[in-house]
């Protein structure tokens, strides 16, 4: 609707995990490239915790997007697993993979055995990534540590990728053989104001956006995207303040901010248009943000 008014040709700000959109702050590479690692090395288990909207699950279709094209790995993805028996749950995951499964739990977990052996004869790596972890029964944390004891004297046979909001640490209590088994852990915190201005540049470009750069807001950083053909630096200061960094409320902040700076036919859009929308957003939602709202 409002992209020929911004020189865009797509809309920048939907939230849909799209590759080409997804920002990638240190904080994501470092908590992308341990889950990396973790699945490189055959490692077992490995976690990726954060709040809600923070990029957990676009860094979830990422990997499995990319695991997907290589011939050494075998990957099963699970949007969600919030199965409480344990035959349900192992059925999902046996699911997953295209393997064939009965009713029976020992007998399921004996075929899963021999297809992720086979698997590994083959010389690939079996890689289970789970969404939404916080989601799974905690009865079904001990099948999956169960899983993670399927390998040789030297190799596991699977890697599992559990990614899973802050509040999935309360099911870990009590769980030592679980937490015990924990390779690799990453945390994605909410974006700092540097890597927002970075975000917003970046979603305008892929959107067709000549954004030029401007020099860092400190000595040695390196330079951010010049967003004032399109938000005045004030209104991006006060869209920090109400989204604080979290990148799927700052999408959604924007769209509605966008949209109202094109049918008030004000570009670069000014902080007042900011109050104006927050007032309209804030009748069925609590604004400023509460990263931890969630726990």
């Known amino acids: 609707m409002y992209e020929a008014f911004y020189g865009l040709k797509e809309l920048p700000f939907h939230v849909m995990p799209d590759p ?5 702050s240190l904080s994501h590479r470092l908590a992308e490239g341990r889950m990396r690692f973790a699945a490189d090395h055959r490692a077992g288990l490995a976690v990726l915790t954060g709040p809600v ?7 979830a279709n990422l990997l499995v997007a990319d695991w997907g094209d290589d011939p050494t790995k075998a990957v099963a993805y699970l949007p969600t697993a919030d199965d409480r028996g344990r035959s349900a749950f192992l059925r999902r995951i046996m699911d997953g993979y295209g393997v064939p499964a009965s009713r029976n739990y020992a007998d399921n977990r004996h075929v899963l055995e021999r297809f992720l052996l086979d698997l590994h004869r083959e010389g690939k790596h079996a890689v289970l990534v789970i969404d939404e972890g916080q989601k799974i029964h905690p009865d079904n944390l001990d099948t999956l540590v169960d899983l993670t004891n399927f390998q040789t004297a030297t190799e596991k046979f699977l890697t599992i990728i559990i990614i899973a909001q802050d509040n999935f640490a309360n099911k870990l209590r009590m769980k030592d053989a679980f937490t015990s088994r924990i390779a690799f852990a990453g945390h994605l915190d909410p974006l700092s ?14 959107a067709g956006a000549d954004v030029p750069e401007r020099p860092p807001l400190r000595p040695g950083e390196d330079p951010l995207p010049d967003l004032r053909a399109f938000l005045e630096d004030e209104t991006v200061v006060e869209v920090y303040k109400i989204t604080r960094g979290v990148p799927r409320d700052t999408c959604i902040f924007l769209s509605a901010l966008f949209l109202d700076g094109y049918v008030a036919d004000q570009k670069p859009i000014p902080p007042a248009l900011v109050q104006s929308t927050l007032n309209d957003m804030a009748r069925l939602k609590k604004w400023p943000v509460r990263v931890n709202e969630e726990k």
């Open 193 to 206: 104001f540097e890597d927002t201005i970075g975000m917003i540049g970046h979603r305008l470009r892929v």
């Open 53 to 59: 909207g923070c990029g957990k699950t676009t860094i």
């Open 20 to 24: 080409r959109f997804a920002f990638r």
